[in-house]
């Protein structure tokens, strides 16, 4: 059975998402200071979150999702760049220059 591109999107975001800290991960000022040095929880969160469904994923690319830690509401969302420089979104996000990168903010940061 081929591969959709979708699933293949899916496949790169959700190995983005997993291997966390060793993708490229920014945490928002909100996350920064609701959790301090105690970011494991939050990361931990990311990295297991695996309830898509077609109304929070319509692609089913597995780029967005929604996690509760402590209380706290966080939204994390994968985008992917050109290149290495993080200037400009890929026009091919198969290509293998494509860079991956994985932004965690709080609810009311969105």
């Known amino acids: 059975m081929k591969s959709t591109q979708a699933d293949t999107i899916s496949q790169l975001n959700d190995r983005c998402r997993r291997s966390i800290p060793h993708s ?10 609701a ?12 990295r297991g979150f695996d309830a898509f469904t077609r109304d929070n994923d319509p692609y089913g690319e597995n780029d967005f999702g929604k996690v509760v830690v402590a ?40």
């Open 24 to 33: 490229q991960c920014y945490l928002t000022p909100g996350v920064i200071s």
């Open 35 to 46: 959790f301090g040095d105690n970011l494991s929880p939050v990361l931990d969160a990311v």
């Open 71 to 110: 209380g706290i509401s966080l939204f994390w969302k994968i985008d992917t760049y050109q290149d290495a420089t993080l200037t400009h979104g890929a026009d091919d996000p198969l290509s293998p220059q494509a860079v991956r990168v994985i932004t965690i903010m709080r609810v009311e940061e969105y």
